[in-house]
Nanobody
Framework: QVQLVESGGGLVQPGGSLRLSCQAS????????MGWHRRLPGNKLQYLAC????????NYGDGAQGRFTLSRDSAKNTVDLQLNDLTPQDTGVYLC?????????WGQGTQVTVST
């Protein structure tokens, strides 16, 4: 049974940073592509980044380019997303996901709020 549990969200001021973590069980992060998305106000789902392959190759979406960094820890079976230089437009629910055996699995998400 695949489970993804996100953590690390919270309230941060503009320009601040957060480190989000996705703890996976039932799936090995070193073998499967692991991604992060976010749900923005208005219920828009935006792709942020994914990590895949034995060399931990990464791909970033427009919302993450230049400010967010994705990393994978195979020993802990986690995938982390470092968020830097945050703006109020980054406010949303950040979700971890993966595909396995033809299915898509999502965590419950962690709330990130950027505000003064």
């Amino acid at each position: 049974q695949v489970q993804l549990v996100e953590s690390g969200g919270g309230l941060v001021q503009p320009g601040g940073s957060l480190r989000l973590s996705c703890q996976a069980s039932g799936v090995a992060v070193r073998r499967e592509a692991m991604g992060w998305h976010r749900r923005l106000p208005g219920n828009k789902l935006q792709y942020l980044a994914c990590v895949f392959g034995p060399a931990s190759s990464t791909n970033y979406g427009d919302g993450a380019q230049g400010r967010f960094t994705l990393s994978r820890d195979s020993a802990k079976n986690t995938v982390d997303l470092q968020l830097n230089d945050l703006t109020p437009q980054d406010t949303g629910v950040y979700l971890c996901n993966t595909g396995l055996g033809g299915g898509q699995y999502w965590g419950q998400g962690t709330q990130v709020t950027v505000s003064t």
